[in-house]
């Protein structure tokens, strides 16, 4: 089946800092999205994003469908952004209708 | 109203006892899905159902079974609670089940003792 590699595993930053996640896959999807996990255990939709790019406030997210890599970007990072940033992706092959493959996820802990 | 719902969000319960969790989705989605998140948070697939179509992951014990009363809810059943159980599972709903975005409920708590 499809792969699916998140880096980096661990992120600490400061209150205002910007970074980037980033997200391989293996193979050619027709799904591709981005989920933040927050402290209470919810998996709070970010980006469908199998292609192209989107932004949503001081979030957004780059896809590169045919280097098979997507990347997610925060920008003047807030304590409430703190929990487990999920990639996950449906391969073609799937054939539809099999859910999504996740990665690792990236824990990410900002500091006052 | 909570797109994607689950109950009970916290279940405690003894080796070898049967349990349900509901789902129910009030998104008109025709395609729902249970995920499994262990203790290190990894989260697998566990089924996929719409209205003509079952997929089982081949990993998951045949104790699990989902069952589906009608397009709005898939509910999982285990039978014979084993400790390995304990985990997070989602409940999740798709428009299509494909190239759509999946939309997932608050997740339940199961501890097995």
């Known amino acids: 089946g499809i792969q699916v590699e998140q880096s980096p595993p661990d992120l600490i930053l400061q209150e205002g800092a910007n970074s980037t996640l980033r997200c391989n896959f293996s193979?050619?999807?027709?799904?591709l999205q981005w989920f933040h996990q927050n402290p209470w255990g919810q998996l709070i939709n970010l980006f469908y994003?199998?292609?192209g790019t989107k932004q949503n406030g001081r979030l957004s997210a780059t896809t590169v469908a045919t280097e098979r890599y997507s990347l997610l970007y925060i920008s003047s990072s807030q304590t409430t952004d703190s929990g487990v940033y999920f990639c996950?992706?449906?391969?073609?092959?799937?054939?539809?209708?099999?859910?999504?493959?996740f990665g690792k996820g990236t824990h990410l802990i900002i500091q006052p | 109203d909570t797109a994607v719902s689950q109950t009970p969000k916290y279940l405690v319960t003894q080796m070898g006892n049967d349990k349900s969790i509901k789902c129910e989705q009030n998104?008109?989605?025709?395609?729902m899905y249970w995920y499994k998140q262990d203790s290190k948070k990894f989260l697998k697939i566990m089924f996929s159902?719409?209205?003509?179509?079952?997929?089982i992951n081949e990993t998951v014990p045949n104790r699990f079974s989902p069952k589906s009363p009608d397009k709005a809810h898939l509910n999982l059943h285990i039978n014979s609670l084993e400790l390995g159980d304990s985990a997070v599972y989602f409940c999740?709903?798709?428009?299509?089940?494909?190239?759509?975005?999946?939309?997932f409920g608050e997740g339940s708590w199961l501890t097995v003792v």
């Open positions: 994003i199998p292609s």
């Open positions: 999740a709903s798709s428009r299509t089940g494909l190239s759509d975005t999946i939309y």
């Open positions: 996950a992706v449906e391969g073609y092959s799937g054939g539809g209708a099999d859910g999504l493959t």
């Open positions: 193979d050619s999807v027709n799904n």
């Open positions: 998104l008109g989605h025709d395609t």
């Open positions: 159902y719409n209205n003509k179509e079952l997929i």
